[in-house]
């Protein structure tokens, strides 16, 4: 096992900006869900704070600063979380309240922002004057899986850093070597990000449903003269799906949403091809700025579902929001 870690690409990236002395203020680790990005985070901040990471090559994990990491009492490190569903502006400023001292023990202040595509704007903005005004002994390590929901001026301030993703196209290829059709291995790589959760998601028995009543929701969120809401309770509610399978149900409808902005726009390749007629229907009913909406609106959902809010509620009021 310690092996195949070693030779993970990343873990060996950030072992040699750590040789090199040449740290940056700020980076952004990115990747499909599952958490691998912050344990990735976690890792590189044991690996600066680790008395023998220089002649391990590693953290030792057996030192009092590994082991007081471990226990989150390392008085140099930092993490903030979202509360609730946002990471708030009271959360960053007591974070700039910490790092205007000079670090006590490490030779940086590091602090880990997690999900950091969760920050309010206020927290955001607070976020960019503390990335804009680097100070000198601090490293910032914001992890998340939604590059695209972290607000870009953050992300030009990060250096980027890709956790666990692989090539969409040998993702596509392995699934369909183990038997899954091309157009759903390729949604499913979308989704999932790596092989292992792309399969899961196709060996999920209700895989098949979720894009079923993605599909049919998608339609009438696009109608005046339907029922949403009746769809919400009968098909996502009453089957029972759990709070993991309605937010691949969400992902579904923000793969769709983009396939409806290609179709506008007329560029990119479709995800959802075989329905092509029932993309060019609704496309004639949607701009590309309402859907962009839409998909922000998906995340918030996916948001308040980890925050174990009310299924029923979060979709109605999804809903309310498309279709109003
Ligand atoms: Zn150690």
């Known amino acids: 096992m310690e092996l195949v870690l070693e030779a993970d690409p990343v873990k060996k990236r950030l072992r ?13 680790l990115s990747g499909p869900r599952g958490g691998l990005q912050l344990s990735m985070a976690r890792w590189f901040a044991k690996l600066l704070v680790c008395v023998a990471s220089e002649a391990m090559n590693r953290p030792c994990n057996q030192c009092n600063a590994c082991a007081r990491f471990e226990d989150g009492n390392y008085p140099d490190v930092s993490s903030v979380q979202p ?31 997690e999900d950091a595509d969760c920050l309010t704007l206020e927290a955001a ?23 695209e929901a972290v607000l870009p001026t953050i992300r030009s301030r990060c250096q980027l850093l890709s956790i666990g993703t692989q090539e969409a196209g040998d993702i ?10 091309q157009p759903i291995a390729e949604i499913a790589s979308e989704i999932g990000g790596t092989v292992e959760h792309a399969l ?10 979720l894009l079923e009543a993605m599909l049919q929701l998608s339609d009438e969120m696009a109608k005046d003269d339907s029922n949403p809401m ?9 089957p029972g799906f759990t709070s993991s399978q309605i937010e691949t149900l969400l992902d579904l409808l923000v793969l769709w949403c983009r396939d409806l902005i290609f179709r506008i726009v007329g560029i990119g390749e479709l995800f959802f091809k075989s329905e092509i007629d029932r993309l060019s229907n609704q496309s004639s009913l949607y701009n590309v700025e309402r859907l962009l909406q839409v998909i922000r609106d998906c995340w918030d959902t ?23």
């Open 125 to 147: 903005n607070s976020l960019l004057k503390f990335l804009e005004e680097p100070i000198i002994t601090s490293v910032a390590l914001l992890t998340t899986s939604r590059t």
């Open 200 to 209: 899961a998601l196709c060996q999920d028995e209700v895989f098949a449903d």
């Open 83 to 113: 509360d609730g569903a946002t990471i708030k502006i009271g959360q960053i400023r007591e974070l700039h309240r910490a790092f205007s001292r000079a670090p006590l023990e490490a030779s940086h202040r590091i602090y880990i922002i």
């Open 302 to 324: 996916k948001n308040r579902l980890r925050s174990n809010a009310n299924a029923q509620l979060s979709l109605e009021r999804l809903v309310l929001r498309v279709t109003r």
């Open 172 to 181: 596509v290829a392995e699934l369909m070597e183990r038997g899954v059709e």
């Open 230 to 238: 009746l769809t919400v309770a009968d098909r996502i509610i009453k």
């Open 16 to 28: 040699s900006i750590v040789q090199s002395g040449r740290l940056a203020h700020a980076y952004l």
